[in-house]
Nanobody, 116 residues
């Protein structure tokens, strides 16, 4: 059974840093691309960053380019999101996602709150 479990969310001050993790199980991790999404309060879910199966290709939303870094460890079956220079507008529930064949799989989310 495919399972994605996010962790690392916290309350952090503006300008601070945080690293999110997404632990995966139930599928061949190194065969699939992965993504981070976020859903701010009262808004729709949006793509933050994506990474290819081998980790060679990445893409980012314009709003996080230069501040966030997506990465993965195909030996540990974990994906990461390093977030620097955090802003209040980064406050959201963060989710990891993968697509296997035609099915979307999501984690339960981890809350990031950026506030002084």
């Amino acid at each position: 059974q495919v399972q994605l479990v996010e962790s690392g969310g916290d309350l952090v001050q503006p300008g601070g840093s945080l690293t999110l993790s997404c632990a995966a199980s139930g599928f061949i991790f190194s065969d699939y691309g992965l993504s981070w999404y976020r859903q701010p309060p009262g808004k729709e879910r949006e793509l933050v960053a994506g990474i290819s199966s081998a980790g060679r290709r990445t893409n980012y939303a314009d709003s996080v380019k230069g501040r966030f870094t997506i990465s993965r460890d195909n030996y540990k079956n974990v994906m990461y999101l390093q977030m620097n220079s955090l802003k209040p507008e980064d406050t959201a529930m963060y989710y990891c996602k993968t697509i296997i064949w035609v099915d979307d799989y999501w984690g339960q989310g981890t809350q990031v709150t950026v506030s002084s």
